[in-house]
């Protein structure tokens, strides 16, 4: 890419000159869509970002959450960071090396905030896992999640992973992070005082990663994987390790007044952003950065997006303490500017490969002295790109066109699909309870986390379902948003926030932004709904390749908080009733069965009292008489009883018809109890509960559907469900 040219016209009248290459490609990147919204942020307003227990809301590098106390080892306020990220382009690219910096990105965003990370989920979405390519991908994306999360010590606690046809030509990875802080340990992206010095702390600057920013920011063409592969970064978990405790040791000591991470568009995004929150200015001397390749010139200086930095803002007098830090931890570091009143300026001490690269003709000159090559307002920088008017069209709902398949075929078609079948291959590898807070291991509705400072569980939901919303983008974003607050309430918590990762294809087409507005406006609305403010995210557009668009995917990474760390399993114990709570619903659009089976539906109705049902839900899960909770999410009832049994504990249940099996309306769970009557009780006005059977002892899942009967035991269960690991082992 370069700088399109109306763009040029508006940075020329507001410099009144032309700018030098460095400030072009500087602004380049800085207004591309991946860092400046430009396409999306006219939409975001849609979004509530208020509450009680938000400390910083969107803006900065994470946002920060306060828990609730309920009677912990710290007399301090205790918060969390949550922050989510996007890593798409260059997982497609270079899958190992784009997924692992998509964690360490994610994880130095909840540094900057003053915050010790705690755990990761992973959301990811391929192409049809029946292709070679897609499993090509997919093994490269978890390798690089689990080399660099197991690295550094973060335990990757949750997430999600789904297969569709719209992915072929380009895969999502998004990542989020959790951290945990005090309040007197909180710091933000925003520069405090002129006369402070910035520090530049971490591994040396290379070219690797050169143009990320705009490289995110267009379509992925058919040669991507080998023509775009200079602008992935390459991931050091072992320096993100050291740079992780040289942080907690800089923010203990009260070193930093304010911190980025080096991420899109590298020093110049970082340090330009920084100052421009606080109203301040930069005078930055680009050869002051250290370096670990020769001859850099300043345009890659100010780009490169070189992995495991972060620029810190430091009061002089404790310049050399934090050096001091950072040799302890075999970290490098450089001063290598202040902030200042005014404009954000970037100087380099010439040289004779600088002038050739940066002068158009490439004709040789003698070494010139300091050079000015970067002088720009620097809220002009960070917030002055224009904002996109773009054209959408309404998407639409699918015709009624239902199939009739067999009980025994379907069950085994939709428990077996790769969407619905067991991902233990792909958290197996993760180390997931490294740091010795993991309450609930992956494989459960939600993680649960022991915050021990505060008495408080924090349970993880984070996904979307893909099927959902490329049948309904609207509706399909507010069941994204219903399916992980249940999956909350299922283990007990009420939800307390949320971030998210809005995905789509080319906006400039009418249809692709139609269906992307139409997802941003299904998650906020069923978030308000819901009470749960969306305190941060990520947006990622031009996901399109020669395979087409993406379906507009609304990733959610949502947060829950109870009282304990105790949590009802998702398995049948054997002994109870079996009861499914909540309104299903006439209609299998975006269901699994139609996905396997061929056909076309509407979109669930989705209930209108989401919070009630989701509060009540979550009292429930807590209560002493119930014995199991499990959502009903991909793969309808069909999938969450399959997933229930065990090989000392089955169920035997009825249900009126295959659409009542199939349908994946959210906002529903089925639970075990030994008290059918207090549930029946505790929903009464809220939602229906219907008593599906009884748990058994004997590992079988017997189904009565409609007068036709199904008998399917453990093994066999098993078996259709191992699909991922049969094929990738």
Not at 58 to 75: M, Q
Not at 149 to 162: C, R
């Amino acid at each position: 890419m370069s700088l399109p040219d109306s763009d040029r016209e508006l940075v020329t009248a507001e410099l009144g000159r032309d700018p030098t290459p460095t400030e072009a490609a500087l602004f380049e990147n800085l207004w591309s869509e991946h860092c400046a919204y430009r396409s999306s942020r006219p939409l975001l307003s849609a979004f509530s970002s208020d509450g009680d227990q938000v400390v910083v809301g969107p803006g900065d590098d994470a946002a920060v959450v306060r828990l609730p106390d309920n009677g912990g080892e710290s007399d301090a306020e205790t918060y969390i960071t949550m922050g989510i990220e996007s890593h798409n382009h260059p997982s497609y690219v270079d899958p190992y090396d784009g997924a692992a910096t998509g964690v360490g990105g994610i994880v130095r965003d909840t540094l900057s905030m003053g915050a010790y990370p705690i755990a990761l989920t992973d959301s990811l979405y391929f192409g049809g896992f029946d292709r070679e390519h897609t499993r090509y991908l997919l093994d490269g994306v978890v390798e690089g999640i689990a080399d660099y999360g197991n690295a550094i010590g973060v335990p990757t606690v949750g997430g999600s992973v789904e297969f569709h046809d719209g992915y072929e030509g380009n895969p999502l990875v998004n990542v989020a992070c959790v951290g945990l802080l005090d309040a007197d340990r909180l710091v933000t992206a925003e520069a405090q005082a002129a006369g402070n010095k910035l520090v530049l702390v971490g591994n040396a600057t290379g070219r690797d990663g050169l143009g990320g920013a705009s490289f995110a920011s267009e379509d992925l063409a058919e040669d991507a994987e080998t023509e775009d592969r200079p602008a992935v970064q390459v991931g050091d978990p072992y320096s993100e390790k050291l740079l992780i405790e040289a942080n907690e040791e800089l923010i203990a000591g009260d070193l930093v007044q304010s911190a980025r991470d080096l991420g899109a568009a590298g020093l110049g995004g970082a340090s330009s952003e920084l100052v421009a929150k606080g109203g301040f200015g930069a005078r930055i001397e680009l050869d002051r950065v250290h370096q670990r390749e020769p001859n850099m010139n300043p345009l890659e200086i100010v780009l490169a997006e070189s992995q495991e930095r972060m620029c810190y803002e430091v009061r002089p007098e404790d310049v050399d303490a934090v050096a001091e830090i950072a040799e302890r931890y075999d970290l490098g570091c450089s001063v290598i500017g202040e902030v200042t009143e005014g404009n954000y300026v970037c100087t380099f001490e010439g040289s004779e490969a600088h002038r050739a690269s940066d002068d158009p003709s490439g004709e040789h000159r003698e070494p010139p002295g300091r050079e000015t090559v970067v002088d720009v307002p620097p809220e002009f920088l960070a917030d002055g790109a224009p904002m996109n008017d773009l054209d959408s069209a309404e998407p639409s709902q699918p015709e009624r066109d239902r199939p009739d398949p067999d009980l025994r075929a379907a069950f085994e078609a939709v428990v077996g699909a790769p969407n619905t079948a067991s991902k233990r291959w792909v958290y197996r590898q993760y180390d997931h309870e490294v740091g010795v807070r993991t309450a609930l291991r992956p494989g459960d509705d939600a993680a649960l986390l022991a915050i021990r400072e505060a008495g408080t569980g924090l349970a993880l939901s984070a996904g979307a379902v893909p099927a959902w919303t490329d049948c309904a983008p609207y509706d399909g974003a507010r069941a994204v948003a219903l399916e992980n607050a249940t999956n909350l309430a299922a283990k007990g918590a009420t939800p307390l926030a949320a971030v998210d990762c809005l995905n789509g294809g080319n906006p400039e087409k009418p249809d692709v932004y139609g269906g992307f507005k139409a997802i941003v406006d299904g998650l906020a609305d069923m978030c308000r709904d819901l009470s749960v403010p969306v305190v941060g995210g990520n947006v990622s557009l031009y996901n399109d390749s020669v395979s087409g668009p993406i379906p507009p995917t609304p990733t959610l990474a949502m947060v829950g908080a109870k009282d304990g760390y105790e949590a009802p399993p998702a398995a049948f114990d054997g002994e109870g009733t079996v009861l499914l709570v909540g309104s299903g619903s006439d209609a299998l659009g975006g269901s699994e069965l139609l996905a396997q089976t061929g056909g076309s539906d509407r979109f669930p109705t989705l209930p209108e009292n989401a919070a009630d049902v989701v509060a009540t839900l979550a009292d429930v899960a807590d209560a002493d008489s119930t014995l199991a909770v499990h959502d009903v999410s991909n793969g309808g009832l069909a999938v969450a009883l399959a997933e229930m049994v065990t090989a000392d504990a089955g169920a035997d249940v009825a249900v009126d018809d295959l659409v009542a099996l199939f349908e994946e309306t959210p906002g529903r769970a089925v639970v075990e109890t030994t008290d059918p009557d207090a549930v029946e009780a505790a929903f009464d006005g809220v939602a229906p509960v219907r008593t599906l059977g009884d748990a058994t002892a004997d590992g079988t899942l017997s189904l009565s559907v409609g007068g036709e009967n199904l008998a399917v035991d453990v093994e066999s269960i098993a078996s259709l469900r191992d699909v991922l690991e049969a094929e990738l082992d």
